[in-house]
């Protein structure tokens, strides 16, 4: 069964898509970030998997929230019930009460004080004797096994669901990075926007993910004729109806976004110090967050940026293990919690 270990330290890694809770050891729950509020009595009517289901199949009470947006928060109140629910499924009652040692959560680099005051604001419900953030794309890179207190410049690239962060990591620093709110879900709304003007067709968000996670590429010559069926609505007859769409032809919508992305990494390879620009020349670029799962990114890096490209087997727990790995040892870590 899960639960929290005995000395009570927890690490949060609130994503703008999933949330996952960790303690120093494991991962001890990784849900959607998702709710719905029954908008009659103001309850949480389901929250995680069960909530993301329910997403566009809900009837006028019932209403679904995504309470983050570009990977921070933009719904406090809805944040704070969705981890509140959360962390008690993973508590003990007892412990619960009595607060936790450390309680450690992600937060992108690049917020506002606002955005970081929103989350502390959550996190305030909690009891806790140390309460920390910590920037994601560092804890990212110890999730991946990287050494940062190293001076050797490393390049880390999270691709998430509403972040991108590209980062150049040295001495448990951040010496160059570029940030921007394009990542998965721009990608989604890509494909619905093209499924509308190409073919008239209303595709739902979930319907569009499903899509670019079976067959979402971003390198045209290594993408197939592979076929995904969707299924949506014709916008002119109002009529259920489907279609067959092939890689190729989503890796021509998904290239809007993708390049986006890639013009980051490029921009904060331009900044970038020339001791460490040395260092990446060696160590290459590190890639993580669930979108680095899409096909082709790996030749694609490697063919315009001519570095050595690893893309993060684990991509999807990254930011949870790292922040997990600092609650193994937050004294060692201290230059990284904000
Ligand atoms: N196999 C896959 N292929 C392509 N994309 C995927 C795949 N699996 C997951 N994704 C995408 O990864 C994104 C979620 O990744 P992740 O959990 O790292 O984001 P997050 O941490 O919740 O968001 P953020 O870091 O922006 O706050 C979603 O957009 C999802 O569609
Ligand atoms: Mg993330």
């Not at 929290?4 to 898509?17: H, K, P, Q, T, V």
Request: with cysteine; hydrophobic share 40%; proline share 4%.
């Amino acid at each position: 069964m899960w639960g929290i270990s005995s000395n009570r330290n927890l690490a949060i890694d609130l994503g703008n898509n999933n949330t996952l809770l960790t303690d120093q050891s494991s991962i001890l729950l990784s849900q959607p970030s998702f709710l719905v509020v029954d908008e009659e009595n103001n309850r949480v009517a389901a929250v995680g998997d069960k909530a993301y289901e329910m997403l566009e199949k809900t009837h006028s009470n019932l209403k679904p929230i995504k309470p983050l947006k570009g990977g921070v928060i933009s719904d406090g109140d809805s944040v704070k019930k969705m981890l509140k629910e959360m962390v008690s499924r993973v508590n003990n009652h007892s412990w619960f009460d009595r607060g936790f040692n450390y309680l450690l959560s992600g937060v992108p680099y690049d917020t506002t004080p606002v955005e970081k005051r929103a989350l502390r604001d959550a996190l305030d419900q909690f009891t806790s004797r140390n309460t920390f953030l910590v920037h994601e794309p560092l804890a990212a890179a110890l999730g991946i096994g990287l050494n940062i207190q190293e001076p050797e410049g490393k390049l880390v690239v999270d691709i998430g669901g509403g972040i991108t962060e590209v980062v150049v990591i040295s001495l448990s620093g951040i010496a160059a990075f570029q940030s921007i709110r394009v990542a998965g879900d721009a990608m989604d709304e890509e494909i619905q926007d093209y499924m509308r003007k190409e073919y008239n067709m209303s595709v739902g968000l979930k319907t569009a993910e499903m899509m670019k996670k079976k067959i979402g590429c971003v390198y045209a010559p290594v993408a197939t004729d592979e076929k995904f069926v969707v299924k949506g609505k014709d916008l002119i007859e109002g009529i259920p109806t489907s279609r067959q769409i092939s890689q190729q032809e989503l890796t021509h919508v998904l290239e809007r976004p993708f390049k986006q992305i890639e013009d980051s990494i490029h921009q904060s390879l331009q900044v970038c110090p020339p001791e460490l620009a040395s260092d990446i020349y060696q160590s290459g670029i590190h890639v993580t967050g669930g979108s680095a799962m899409l096909k082709g990114i790996k030749e694609r890096f490697s063919k315009n940026f001519k570095l050595p490209v690893k893309v993060d087997p684990a991509a999807l727990t990254s930011v949870s293990k790292g922040i997990g790995h600092i609650l193994s040892n937050p004294a060692k870590y201290r230059a990284v919690l904000v």
